[in-house]
């Protein structure tokens, strides 16, 4: 089946510094990816949708200054959380589709974030 | 919000006993999806069913779909402690093609 990666599993980083977190679709090509957040105990929301070699959309209330989303190649997105505050501490999980008809997402592990 | 929701919130039953978790969602949607999540983990994928689908069934899971209800359920039989998870839903919006989640089962399955 198709396998789609994250890196790093988990990070910690200091208020301040920006984090970069990483979504690979490691056996297919990604045409779309899709950027969650989950804060604990609830459920994933949906922050970005973004295409390759575009700008990503992002949902109402997310900040596009400061959750960067680049999806630069049909294998890779990256999503770089500038300027990190404890409040940005959370499990951000990626998903990917091949853009075929059938529209399934393929969900990576997932980065927990702490911001200290 | 679009976002779909399940119940109930918490379930807690005994080891062997079936659970059944209810997802209802807005839009029209070309999927459904049921994911499990064991705490502080990534997402497992458990079953996709189609828009023209109605029942699916893998291993000890079964799956039904009412698109005239917006709903869906998702039964597992014959629980295990290992089934201690949350389960959650997540439907594809057929004109926007975003998967949204629903609000999700904690399941507790005690041995």
């Known amino acids: 089946g198709a396998v789609v990666s994250q890196h790093p599993s988990w990070v910690i980083c200091k208020s301040g510094t920006s984090v970069k977190i990483e979504c690979r679709s490691l056996d297919f090509q990604a045409t779309t990816m899709f950027w969650y957040r989950q804060f604990p105990k609830q459920s994933l929301m949906l922050m970005a949708t973004s295409n390759e070699g575009s700008k990503a959309t992002y949902e109402q209330g997310v900040e596009k200054d400061k959750f960067l989303i680049n999806h630069a190649s049909l294998t890779l997105s990256t999503l770089t959380v500038t300027s990190a505050h404890p409040e940005d501490s959370s499990f951000y999980i990626c998903?990917?589709?091949?853009?075929?008809?059938?529209?399934?997402?393929?969900f990576g592990p997932g980065t927990r974030l702490t911001v200290t | 919000s679009q976002q779909g929701e399940e119940d109930p919130q918490a379930l807690s039953i005994q080891e062997g006993e079936n659970a059944t978790m209810n997802c209802s969602y807005k839009?029209?949607?070309?999927?459904l999806q049921w994911y499990r999540q064991n705490s502080g983990r990534g997402l497992v994928h458990l079953i996709l069913?189609?828009?023209?689908?109605r029942e699916k069934h893998s291993g000890r899971l079964r799956v039904t779909l009412d698109t005239s209800k917006k709903s869906s359920s998702l039964l597992i039989t014959a629980s295990r402690a290992a089934d201690t998870a949350s389960y959650f839903c997540a439907t594809d919006d057929r004109g926007t093609y975003k998967y949204i989640f629903g609000t999700g089962t904690r399941l507790k399955v005690l041995a």
């Open positions: 998903s990917a589709t091949d853009g075929t008809g059938n529209n399934e997402q393929y």
């Open positions: 069913i189609r828009s023209n689908e």
């Open positions: 839009t029209s949607i070309n999927n």
